[in-house]
């Protein structure tokens, strides 16, 4: 049973080692900017959905950025808001460089992009959210490497301290990771909330596709780079506070989708295949190990006093970690803790519960008998 403890640390050791692998392929490649002819212009499209709280500051923020460039549009696509945004957004119909584009449903996000891409007149391309404040000079210092050949898309980085200025561990070892990609080569996945790309690289999303941000850079690497701007920063709330259960389980649904589109991992570099296997989905193995570990300790800890003490210890820090309240005051330090009970429970979830039922409903007398009546009905 040693076994248990001993895989997880070497699993453990494996993971750590990705960012040291990254500096063995870690080079400072030189830009090479053209600087013939007149940049493009920028369009940028920024996404709303019942964000009437976040709006007036960002869309005057975002206009402000704009100025600097000679042609530029701000995009603005509404996905059906219930909560006045449609209103408020409608007292920009007469602006200039404002174009308004109003769902008649809900939509979901990549239909949003799509339909943003579609009516955009230049040829850099900026998307963005509506909750996230941004740096000042933002705009126009992610659009810059773009005017590089093999650059294709630029990725702002979300900051580690949040809108509280509280320090997030988890997201401050996320852009390392990031960070060190981008020197490796090319990064992964740009951060959703806000990142440049030229027009020509974008290719329409497939609307049922939930992870958008990675579907896309993984499109984009077929041809070009993808570089992080440390600079550019994205200041959002807390990591750990963003992290229910919901959105752990979209995300593992996410990376489903993408290992089932065969053709986008078969069109990628070996490289790129190991960066993706490795930064993506090693990491969600991680949580089983630790669960394996924590019961193995449980095991052991009837015989061994010490054992006990640290696996009693444990205990209480899982069930502090999963309480709302506390979590979001004293105890965000254990939301890593949280987030991997999120990710163990949606894979049980996923992968045993919900195949469970769909046998249930195909085997099941009552499913059958459904099934013929609505065949008879069709005939």
């Not at 990705?18 to 212009?41: D, N």
């Not at 993706?276 to 449980?298: D, E, I, N, Q």
């Not at 009970?341 to 099941?364: C, G, N």
Request: glycine letters at 6%.
């Amino acid at each position: 049973m040693i076994i248990i403890p001993v895989l997880t640390a070497i699993f453990l050791l494996i993971y750590l080692a990705y960012p040291l692998w990254l500096s063995f392929f870690s080079v400072k490649r030189q830009m090479v900017i053209q600087e013939a002819g007149e940049a493009p212009g920028v369009s940028l499209i920024l996404l709303s959905c019942n964000g009437k709280t976040y709006l007036d500051d960002k869309i005057n923020f975002l206009l402000s950025e704009l100025a600097a460039f000679k042609n530029f549009e701000l995009i603005i696509v509404d996905d059906f808001s219930d909560d006045g945004s449609i209103r408020f957004l409608k007292k920009y119909e007469s602006h200039d460089h404002v174009r308004l584009f109003f769902n008649s449903c809900r939509r979901g996000i990549p239909y949003c992009m799509n339909l943003g891409v579609r009516n955009a007149k230049y040829g850099y391309l900026i998307f963005c959210d509506q909750r996230q404040r941004l740096s000042a000079g933002i705009i126009k210092r992610i659009v810059e490497p773009l005017a590089c050949n093999e650059i294709g898309a630029v990725s702002g980085c979300i900051s580690c301290r949040d809108k509280c200025s509280k320090t997030s561990f988890l997201r401050r070892h996320e852009n390392i990771i990031k960070l060190k990609e981008s020197n490796a080569g090319s990064l992964m996945g740009v951060y959703g909330p806000f990142y440049a790309l030229k027009k020509q690289c974008y290719c329409p999303l497939p609307e049922n596709i939930i992870l958008d941000d990675l579907y896309l850079s993984l499109r984009i690497l077929k041809s070009h780079r993808i570089i992080l701007l440390k600079d550019c920063e994205i200041i959002d709330d807390n990591f750990t506070a963003l992290y229910n259960y919901r959105r752990s389980k979209r995300y593992l649904e996410g990376l489903l989708q993408i290992v089932r589109s065969r053709t986008l991992i078969r069109d990628l570099g070996l490289k790129h295949r190991i960066m993706l296997v490795w930064h993506k989905y090693l990491r969600l193995m991680l949580p089983f190990f630790l669960l394996a570990t924590y019961v193995y300790a449980g095991l052991k800890s009837f015989a061994y006093p010490g054992v006990f003490t640290v696996f009693s210890v444990l205990t209480v820090f899982m069930a502090v970690s999963v309480l709302p309240a506390m979590s979001k005051t004293r105890f965000r330090r254990m939301g890593i803790i949280r987030v991997n009970i999120y990710y163990i429970v949606a894979f049980a979830d996923l992968l045993i519960i919900r195949p469970f039922q769909k046998w249930l409903t195909a085997y099941h007398p009552a499913g059958e008998a459904g099934k013929q009546d609505s065949y008879s009905q069709n005939v």
